[in-house]
């Protein structure tokens, strides 16, 4: 199988640096799965979520389940896919979970802006008039489904024939799994915000909407 030469999330592609030594060579071959650079600085997301949440969140969490998936597929079938076709080829346990989890953190970060927040515009503003009646009705039912999505989770919008529906999924479940189209996601395991709103839930879910989330990201997915 050859090894992708980029990794794609959602309408993003990540470029993997050239290889030139034998040495260098060899420990990509280690570490297929790479942990994407975040799409702005630690604190850009300051005050909504900070640079503390970052540190646990992109630099432990997500760091930890890249290193774990790495550890998971090295030697096996599977140690030069992509983090696509190991979704795809896994079944329920560690080794979607961890896979799920590298995939869903990645579009979760590309999924908010430090200019985010508001309302969306063009095509993607007219499939959620069409799909749930208007920005105001969305944004209600987004957040019920965020703040109630029980226990660790994400809440999405996907794409959904013409429209856009909002899906909730559980642990490190994924809608690339079932075969739909994320446009964008929220992150509502507790340590997505616990260090900046304790249990607050719903402060953490209205600043998501109100300051942090990247329409441009979710109207790119939608047109691709
Ligand atoms: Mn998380």
Do not use: C
């Amino acid at each position: 199988m050859q090894r992708s030469a980029a990794l794609s999330v959602g309408a993003l592609t990540f470029p993997v640096p050239a290889l030139s030594k034998a040495s260098d060579r060899h420990y990509a071959a280690a570490m297929a799965i790479t942990l994407p650079a975040l799409p702005y600085a630690d604190d850009a997301l300051d005050p909504h979520i900070t640079a503390h949440t970052i540190s646990f969140h992109y630099g432990k969490h997500h760091a930890a389940y890249v290193n774990n998936l790495n550890g998971l597929i090295d030697g096996t079938d599977l140690a030069d896919a992509s983090l696509e076709e190991i979704i795809d080829a896994a079944d329920p346990g560690g080794l979607y979970n961890n896979a799920a989890q590298v995939w869903n953190h990645t579009f979760y970060w590309e999924s908010m802006s430090p200019n985010g927040g508001g309302a969306p515009s063009g095509d993607l503003a007219a499939a959620i008039d069409s799909s749930f009646g208007s920005y105001d009705a969305f944004r209600e039912q987004f957040t019920a489904d965020a703040v109630g999505n029980f226990g660790s989770g994400w809440t999405w919008l996907v794409k959904e024939g013409d429209g856009v529906a909002i899906v909730k999924t559980d642990d490190a479940d994924t809608p690339i799994k079932h075969g739909q189209t994320p446009l964008l996601t929220i992150d509502v395991w507790e340590h997505a915000y616990y260090l900046d709103y304790q249990n607050a839930r719903p402060a953490y879910v209205a600043a998501f909407l109100d300051h942090l989330v990247n329409w441009d990201f979710a109207a790119a997915n939608f047109a691709a």
